[in-house]
């Protein structure tokens, strides 16, 4: 079933940009190894995961070239288009699509003043959560900064991860198989996601274990700058970047580049968060029950 919290944005992404949106076209597409980005003909850019590990057409070129059909003919496509692909398609062409929703979004959110929550700039999205040393925390991919943070302030935590090769040894002891998810994210009094799981559909499902008095982030350059349908079905925070450099943030993901290379050179972090951190205290929170 096609991401409900991605159809709903692309929703008001169209209804925001109205007919402006039908001369916004396609400058640039690059397909990294951990990042895709795509560059608007406004001058805005996005990005998303590049899901390669999901990915069992990337071990063959035409298995490849069937996932990934347009190669060579995106520039000047109209970015509405792609919206489609967002939303209606897997892999690659969902993280080409996830991207150029997260460019338009940057368009919509300079055109709209923030409702019922804040803008934070600069902000990085675990110093926005407030952890407390006494709170239990599930983190859901292996965020290496967040796992050296909660370390540092002792916090109970576990990190539910699908392929363990990417901790470290000394983070093993905190690791939980992603298949425990049901066991161990109840648990947490902060349950923090990789905005990953909007590409594979998985998001839905980890909201729905949390308790109703957790709170929930989802963090990282797939997470687009328009909270609405976040919020309506019960996270509190949201951690996204902005570009500033697209040309740049552009290349650095062309060349392997992950955020250790763009951020605070041609991206900045951006926090979303609303006032409240109980989901049963936001509107709709424990209500909208729909698959995300």
């Given at each position: 079933?096609?991401?409900?919290?991605?159809?709903?944005?692309?929703?008001?992404?169209?209804?925001?940009?109205?007919?402006?949106?039908?001369?916004?076209?396609?400058?640039?597409?690059?397909?990294?190894?951990f990042?895709?980005?795509?560059?608007?003909?406004?001058?805005?850019?996005?990005?998303c995961?590049?899901?390669?590990?999901?990915?069992?057409?990337?071990?063959c070129?035409?298995?490849?070239?069937?996932?990934?059909?347009?190669?060579?003919k995106?520039?000047?496509?109209?970015?509405?288009?792609?919206?489609?692909?967002?939303?209606?398609?897997?892999?690659?062409r969902?993280?080409v699509?996830?991207?150029?929703?997260?460019?338009?979004?940057?368009?919509?959110?300079?055109?709209?003043?923030?409702?019922?929550?804040?803008?934070?700039?600069?902000?990085?999205?675990?110093?926005?959560?407030?952890?407390?040393?006494?709170?239990?925390?599930?983190v859901?991919?292996?965020?290496?900064?967040?796992?050296?943070?909660?370390?540092?302030?002792?916090?109970?935590?576990?990190?539910?991860?699908?392929?363990?090769?990417?901790?470290?040894?000394?983070?093993?002891?905190?690791f939980?198989?992603?298949?425990r998810?049901?066991?161990?994210?109840?648990?947490?009094?902060?349950?923090?996601i990789?905005?990953?799981?909007?590409?594979?559909?998985?998001?839905?499902?980890?909201?729905?274990?949390?308790?109703?008095?957790?709170?929930?982030?989802?963090?990282?350059?797939?997470?687009?700058?328009?909270?609405?349908?976040?919020?309506?079905?019960?996270?509190?925070?949201?951690?996204?970047?902005?570009?500033?450099?697209?040309?740049?943030?552009?290349?650095?993901?062309?060349?392997?580049?992950?955020?250790?290379?763009?951020?605070?050179?041609?991206?900045?972090?951006?926090?979303l968060?609303?006032?409240?951190?109980?989901?049963?205290?936001?509107?709709?929170?424990?209500?909208?029950?729909?698959?995300?």
């Open positions: 079933m096609a991401n409900a919290i991605l159809r709903r944005t692309v929703e008001i992404v169209r209804a925001s940009l109205g007919p402006a949106l039908d001369d916004i076209t396609i400058e640039r597409v690059a397909i990294g190894l990042f895709t980005g795509v560059k608007l003909s406004t001058g805005h850019a996005g990005a995961a590049t899901p390669v590990k999901d990915m069992p057409e990337a071990v070129c035409p298995s490849s070239a069937m996932a990934m059909p347009f190669p060579g995106l520039r000047g496509r109209r970015a509405a288009d792609l919206l489609d692909e967002a939303v209606e398609q897997v892999g690659i969902r993280s699509g996830i991207a150029t929703l997260n460019a338009l979004a940057q368009i919509v959110n300079e055109n709209r003043t923030p409702q019922g929550f804040e803008i934070v700039e600069g902000l990085d999205a675990f110093a926005g959560a407030e952890v407390g040393a006494d709170e239990t925390v599930v859901v991919g292996a965020f290496v900064p967040f796992l050296r943070e909660l370390r540092n302030i002792g916090a109970r935590h576990w990190v539910l991860e699908k392929d363990p090769s990417t901790l470290k040894p000394h983070e093993m002891p905190y939980k198989e992603a298949e998810a049901p066991d161990v994210v109840p648990e947490a009094d902060v349950l923090i990789t905005g990953t799981t909007l590409a594979n559909d998985t998001l839905g499902d980890l909201i729905a274990l949390a308790k109703p008095s957790a709170r929930i982030v989802v963090v990282g350059p797939t997470v687009t700058m328009i909270p609405d349908a976040f919020f309506e079905r019960g996270c509190h925070i949201l951690g996204g970047i902005k570009v500033t450099d697209p040309d740049a943030f552009l290349a650095v993901i062309a060349e392997g580049g992950s955020g250790y290379h763009f951020f605070g050179k041609s991206a900045v972090k951006i926090t968060r609303r006032p409240t951190h109980r989901r049963d205290q936001i509107p709709g929170g424990t209500l909208q029950t729909e698959p995300v």
